[in-house]
Protein backbone atom coordinates (compact mmCIF):
# COMPACT_ATOMS: atom_id res chain seq x y z
CA UNK A 1 0.00 0.00 0.00
CA UNK A 2 2.81 2.78 -0.89
CA UNK A 3 0.12 5.00 -2.75
CA UNK A 4 -2.26 4.43 0.94
CA UNK A 5 -4.78 2.72 -1.24
CA UNK A 6 -6.00 0.22 1.69
CA UNK A 7 -8.52 -1.68 1.88
CA UNK A 8 -11.39 -1.29 4.31
CA UNK A 9 -9.73 1.86 5.21
CA UNK A 10 -13.06 3.23 7.25
CA UNK A 11 -13.02 0.52 9.47
CA UNK A 12 -9.70 1.37 11.05
CA UNK A 13 -10.19 5.10 10.09
CA UNK A 14 -13.55 5.91 10.63
CA UNK A 15 -15.87 8.06 8.55
CA UNK A 16 -17.78 8.91 12.07
CA UNK A 17 -14.29 9.88 13.33
CA UNK A 18 -13.47 12.58 10.45
CA UNK A 19 -17.00 14.02 10.86
CA UNK A 20 -17.10 14.60 14.42
CA UNK A 21 -14.03 16.84 13.54
CA UNK A 22 -16.57 19.66 11.51
CA UNK A 23 -18.48 21.30 13.65
CA UNK A 24 -21.84 23.22 13.18
CA UNK A 25 -20.76 26.30 12.72
CA UNK A 26 -19.04 25.11 9.49
CA UNK A 27 -21.51 23.45 7.88
CA UNK A 28 -23.50 26.52 8.96
CA UNK A 29 -20.93 28.60 6.88
CA UNK A 30 -20.78 26.00 3.67
CA UNK A 31 -24.90 27.27 3.70
CA UNK A 32 -24.55 30.58 3.48
CA UNK A 33 -21.44 30.19 1.14
CA UNK A 34 -23.73 28.28 -1.27
CA UNK A 35 -21.39 25.50 -1.51
CA UNK A 36 -23.05 23.34 -4.44
CA UNK A 37 -19.72 21.55 -5.74
CA UNK A 38 -17.50 18.85 -3.71
CA UNK A 39 -14.34 17.21 -4.86
CA UNK A 40 -12.52 14.40 -2.33
CA UNK A 41 -9.41 13.61 -3.15
CA UNK A 42 -7.74 10.60 -2.58
CA UNK A 43 -11.49 9.26 -1.98
CA UNK A 44 -11.04 5.35 -1.21
CA UNK A 45 -14.34 3.44 -1.75
CA UNK A 46 -15.99 6.61 -1.91
CA UNK A 47 -17.49 6.53 2.13
CA UNK A 48 -16.90 9.63 3.68
CA UNK A 49 -17.75 10.97 0.06
CA UNK A 50 -21.31 9.94 0.69
CA UNK A 51 -21.00 10.97 4.32
CA UNK A 52 -19.89 14.35 3.05
CA UNK A 53 -22.58 14.51 0.37
CA UNK A 54 -25.13 13.56 2.68
CA UNK A 55 -24.16 16.38 5.16
CA UNK A 56 -23.79 19.02 2.32
CA UNK A 57 -27.44 17.75 0.70
CA UNK A 58 -28.99 19.86 4.30
CA UNK A 59 -27.51 22.76 3.01
CA UNK A 60 -29.35 22.60 -0.64
CA UNK A 61 -28.58 21.34 -3.50
CA UNK A 62 -25.11 19.36 -3.91
CA UNK A 63 -23.25 17.41 -7.06
CA UNK A 64 -20.18 15.60 -5.34
CA UNK A 65 -17.20 14.06 -6.92
CA UNK A 66 -14.46 11.21 -5.32
CA UNK A 67 -11.64 10.41 -7.47
CA UNK A 68 -8.72 7.86 -6.15
CA UNK A 69 -5.54 6.14 -7.93
CA UNK A 70 -6.90 2.90 -7.11
CA UNK A 71 -9.56 1.45 -9.75
CA UNK A 72 -10.35 -1.55 -7.52
CA UNK A 73 -11.88 0.95 -4.58
CA UNK A 74 -13.85 3.19 -6.58
CA UNK A 75 -15.58 0.40 -8.52
CA UNK A 76 -16.07 -1.36 -5.41
CA UNK A 77 -17.45 2.21 -3.97
CA UNK A 78 -19.56 2.29 -7.38
CA UNK A 79 -21.41 -0.40 -6.35
CA UNK A 80 -22.34 0.87 -2.97
CA UNK A 81 -23.78 4.30 -4.85
CA UNK A 82 -25.41 3.21 -7.35
CA UNK A 83 -28.85 4.19 -5.88
CA UNK A 84 -27.67 8.13 -5.19
CA UNK A 85 -27.95 9.28 -8.88
CA UNK A 86 -25.53 10.96 -10.65
CA UNK A 87 -25.05 13.94 -7.67
CA UNK A 88 -22.81 12.20 -6.25
CA UNK A 89 -20.16 10.36 -8.10
CA UNK A 90 -17.00 8.05 -8.29
CA UNK A 91 -13.86 8.39 -10.51
CA UNK A 92 -10.64 6.59 -10.78
CA UNK A 93 -7.92 9.51 -11.20
CA UNK A 94 -4.31 9.95 -10.84
CA UNK A 95 -4.29 14.13 -9.82
CA UNK A 96 -0.77 13.68 -10.72
CA UNK A 97 -1.10 12.62 -13.99
CA UNK A 98 -1.10 15.31 -16.59
CA UNK A 99 -3.41 13.60 -18.98
CA UNK A 100 -5.39 11.56 -16.20
CA UNK A 101 -6.01 15.31 -14.81
CA UNK A 102 -6.78 17.16 -17.55
CA UNK A 103 -9.50 13.78 -18.63
CA UNK A 104 -11.37 14.31 -15.47
CA UNK A 105 -10.99 17.96 -15.02
CA UNK A 106 -11.31 19.25 -18.86
CA UNK A 107 -15.14 20.37 -17.97
CA UNK A 108 -15.32 21.70 -14.10
CA UNK A 109 -12.45 23.82 -13.49
CA UNK A 110 -13.56 24.37 -10.11
CA UNK A 111 -15.28 23.24 -6.99
CA UNK A 112 -16.76 25.26 -4.08
CA UNK A 113 -15.35 22.36 -1.36
CA UNK A 114 -12.77 20.85 -1.80
CA UNK A 115 -11.61 17.75 1.18
CA UNK A 116 -8.20 15.84 1.22
CA UNK A 117 -8.16 13.69 4.55
CA UNK A 118 -5.11 11.28 4.83
CA UNK A 119 -3.45 11.90 1.71
CA UNK A 120 -0.78 14.54 1.20
CA UNK A 121 2.15 12.06 2.87
CA UNK A 122 1.38 9.38 0.11
CA UNK A 123 2.03 11.74 -2.52
CA UNK A 124 5.04 13.25 -0.73
CA UNK A 125 6.51 9.98 -0.39
CA UNK A 126 5.68 9.02 -3.93
CA UNK A 127 6.43 12.04 -5.59
CA UNK A 128 9.17 13.63 -3.91
CA UNK A 129 9.37 17.94 -2.86
CA UNK A 130 8.69 19.70 -5.93
CA UNK A 131 5.89 17.56 -7.17
CA UNK A 132 4.24 17.76 -3.36
CA UNK A 133 4.67 21.33 -3.76
CA UNK A 134 2.74 21.35 -7.53
CA UNK A 135 -0.31 19.16 -5.76
CA UNK A 136 -0.82 21.93 -3.38
CA UNK A 137 -0.96 24.44 -5.80
CA UNK A 138 -3.55 22.45 -8.19
CA UNK A 139 -5.49 21.64 -4.86
CA UNK A 140 -5.64 25.08 -3.93
CA UNK A 141 -6.52 25.97 -8.11
CA UNK A 142 -9.69 23.24 -8.09
CA UNK A 143 -11.20 25.06 -4.73
CA UNK A 144 -13.58 28.10 -5.05
CA UNK A 145 -14.34 28.96 -1.91
CA UNK A 146 -13.03 26.48 0.99
CA UNK A 147 -10.59 23.35 1.68
CA UNK A 148 -10.47 20.72 4.08
CA UNK A 149 -7.72 19.47 4.78
CA UNK A 150 -6.09 16.46 6.80
CA UNK A 151 -2.63 16.21 6.65
CA UNK A 152 -0.27 13.59 7.93
CA UNK A 153 2.35 14.85 10.66
CA UNK A 154 6.37 13.87 10.06
CA UNK A 155 5.56 11.19 12.75
CA UNK A 156 2.93 9.40 10.35
CA UNK A 157 5.76 9.24 7.59
CA UNK A 158 8.27 7.20 9.68
CA UNK A 159 5.43 4.81 10.77
CA UNK A 160 4.94 4.26 6.75
CA UNK A 161 8.29 3.76 6.24
CA UNK A 162 7.87 0.45 8.97
CA UNK A 163 5.11 -0.78 7.03
CA UNK A 164 5.96 -0.62 3.90
CA UNK A 165 9.13 -2.68 4.66
CA UNK A 166 7.11 -5.48 7.29
CA UNK A 167 4.72 -5.79 3.88
CA UNK A 168 8.10 -6.61 2.15
CA UNK A 169 7.55 -3.51 -0.56
CA UNK A 170 10.16 -1.29 -1.51
CA UNK A 171 10.10 1.96 0.34
CA UNK A 172 9.81 4.88 -2.47
CA UNK A 173 12.88 6.34 -3.44
CA UNK A 174 11.55 10.01 -2.91
CA UNK A 175 11.59 8.76 0.89
CA UNK A 176 15.70 9.14 1.36
CA UNK A 177 15.84 12.38 -0.85
CA UNK A 178 12.85 14.52 1.07
CA UNK A 179 14.21 17.80 2.57
CA UNK A 180 10.89 18.89 3.49
CA UNK A 181 10.39 16.73 6.39
CA UNK A 182 9.75 17.38 10.19
CA UNK A 183 7.81 20.99 10.76
CA UNK A 184 8.49 22.04 7.32
CA UNK A 185 6.01 19.62 6.18
CA UNK A 186 3.26 21.54 7.77
CA UNK A 187 5.36 24.71 7.62
CA UNK A 188 5.06 24.48 3.63
CA UNK A 189 1.57 23.03 3.18
CA UNK A 190 0.68 26.20 4.92
CA UNK A 191 3.18 28.64 2.65
CA UNK A 192 1.98 27.43 -0.40
CA UNK A 193 -1.84 27.65 -0.25
CA UNK A 194 -1.80 30.59 2.07
CA UNK A 195 0.92 32.71 0.27
CA UNK A 196 2.41 30.84 -2.76
CA UNK A 197 -0.23 29.62 -4.72
CA UNK A 198 -1.46 31.97 -7.40
CA UNK A 199 -5.01 31.20 -6.17
CA UNK A 200 -4.22 31.51 -2.46
CA UNK A 201 -6.59 30.87 0.54
CA UNK A 202 -6.95 34.17 3.12
CA UNK A 203 -7.65 32.44 6.08
CA UNK A 204 -6.92 29.47 7.97
CA UNK A 205 -8.86 27.68 10.83
CA UNK A 206 -7.99 24.38 12.99
CA UNK A 207 -11.36 22.30 13.16
CA UNK A 208 -10.02 19.64 15.49
CA UNK A 209 -7.60 17.13 15.94
CA UNK A 210 -7.79 13.10 15.05
CA UNK A 211 -6.73 10.10 17.09
CA UNK A 212 -3.76 9.69 15.18
CA UNK A 213 -2.92 12.99 16.14
CA UNK A 214 -3.82 14.62 12.75
CA UNK A 215 -5.22 18.07 12.31
CA UNK A 216 -8.02 18.95 10.38
CA UNK A 217 -7.99 22.47 8.47
CA UNK A 218 -10.03 24.52 6.86
CA UNK A 219 -8.94 27.19 4.64
CA UNK A 220 -11.28 29.76 3.16
CA UNK A 221 -10.92 31.89 0.49
CA UNK A 222 -12.44 35.75 0.38
Known amino acids: HILGNFNNYYEFNTVSE ?3 KIPEEVWRTFKAMRVSSLLD ?13 EELQKCGQIDSLGIDIDANLIEKGKK ?12 CCDIMNGSD ?5 NKIQKFDLVTCFGVTMWIHLNHGDKEFVRFLETV ?5 KALILEPQIWKNYKSAKGRIRKAGASVPTMFTSLELTGERVMGTIDS ?5 ASDKFTSKKVLGET ?9 LKK
Not at 41 to 53: E, K, M, P, R
Not at 101 to 105: G, H, K, M, R, W
Not at 140 to 144: N, R, V, Y
Not at 192 to 196: K, N, P, R
Open 211 to 219: KWKRQVILY
Open 101 to 105: FLNTF
Open 80 to 91: EIQHMGSNCRLQ
Open 192 to 196: VLMSQ
Open 140 to 144: ASLTK
Open 18 to 20: RLS
Open 41 to 53: IGCNDGSLTVALH
